[in-house]
């Protein structure tokens, strides 16, 4: 497939362009949840309450018009409350399946982390492998299915941390961070003027694509092209975690193919029809941090997994 490199540039530079007007001081983000949406992953937004997590799924899904559901997780949500539930009908005689908030194109699992174990679970195969088991019958999801989720640190009570299984399920572990002052001056602005984020009718824009363009937007990226000297890059960085004294697990071959993904992702929301090391480079944080684990010590010492990827990122020469 070639890529029109021009139409699809200016596809996403309409959506990148709605949500920044909505969600202000968060491009680095908005940029990361593109490229995911484009490499047709899923995202855990991680940070504190009002970073505007649950705004950006919301905006996401309006701006390229596809179907979206919301389900908020908490500590007595059952896994049939997110997947759905056969029902007897007597007049039938049979029993009917009556589809959960599951089946739609962006799911926004809220706080997914306040949820437990089992609830978590309930999304592994339809994340994995896009179809959902209920009594033993597989109900197909849409190509356009994503979860997007979002989750408050774990030190914070009433929270439960996702299992090493769930977590692989993520393509990106996005870290939502405090906006800088001028984009607090401009939030407070768009306040004045009307904005809420809590009544959808003052901030839900106006679609740029439709689904079937979006499909079309994830099938560009197929076509990115990726240097074998950035493929080299790729499994250098994968295969030193495993050998770093500082993680007590490195990252798989899975996360090989993630960050391969990602960087071709990156490069088309960034303009280009090929792949550099800097695509790479940026997006190691949010594509491993977690998928990978610290060792016991250092986590008693307050090192964190983004300290130890950035080390290694620094003895990695990339190519040039």
Do not use: C, W
């Not at 890529?3 to 596809?11: E, M, N, V």
């Not at 009002?50 to 596809?66: F, I, P």
């Not at 689904?211 to 079309?216: I, S």
């Amino acid at each position: 497939m070639t890529i029109d490199l021009a139409a699809t540039s200016a596809s996403l530079q309409r959506i990148r362009d709605t949500i920044a007007q909505r969600v202000l001081g968060q491009d680095e983000v908005i940029d990361q949840l593109l490229a995911a949406f484009v490499a047709r992953g899923h995202v855990l937004l991680e940070g504190v309450p009002g970073t505007a997590k649950t705004l950006l799924a919301r905006v996401l899904a309006a701006t390229v018009s596809v179907r979206f559901s919301r389900v908020q997780f908490t500590p007595d949500l059952m896994p049939s409350d997110v997947t759905g539930v056969s029902v007897y009908q007597e007049s039938t005689h049979r029993f009917e399946f009556r589809a959960g908030p599951i089946f739609t194109d962006i799911l926004l699992a809220d706080e997914i982390n306040r949820a437990p174990a089992k609830t978590q679970a309930a999304l592994l195969e339809a994340m994995q492998e896009r179809q959902v088991t209920v009594d033993g019958v597989t109900h197909p999801l849409g190509a356009l299915f994503t979860v997007i989720a979002t989750q408050n640190p774990v030190e914070y009570e009433g929270t439960y941390p996702l299992p090493e299984a769930q977590l692989d399920r993520f393509l990106m572990n996005v870290r939502v961070e405090y906006p800088p002052r001028e984009a607090e001056l401009g939030m407070l602005a768009n306040y004045a003027q009307g904005f809420d984020a809590e009544r959808s009718e003052t901030f839900v824009p106006r679609p740029v694509l439709n689904a079937e363009e979006a499909t079309a937007l994830r099938a560009a990226s197929d076509s990115v092209t990726v240097a074998d000297e950035v493929r080299g890059y790729i499994t250098d960085i994968v295969r030193a975690t495993r050998d770093d004294t500082a993680l007590a697990l490195g990252a798989s071959p899975r996360a090989a193919v993630a960050l391969f993904r990602v960087a071709r992702a990156a490069a088309l929301v960034a303009g280009r029809d090929f792949a550099t090391p800097d695509d790479v480079k940026q997006h190691v944080l949010p594509t491993l941090r977690h998928r990978v684990l610290l060792a016991p010590e250092l986590q008693v010492e307050g090192r964190t997994t983004d300290d130890v990827l950035i080390a290694l990122l620094s003895r990695i020469a990339a190519p040039q």
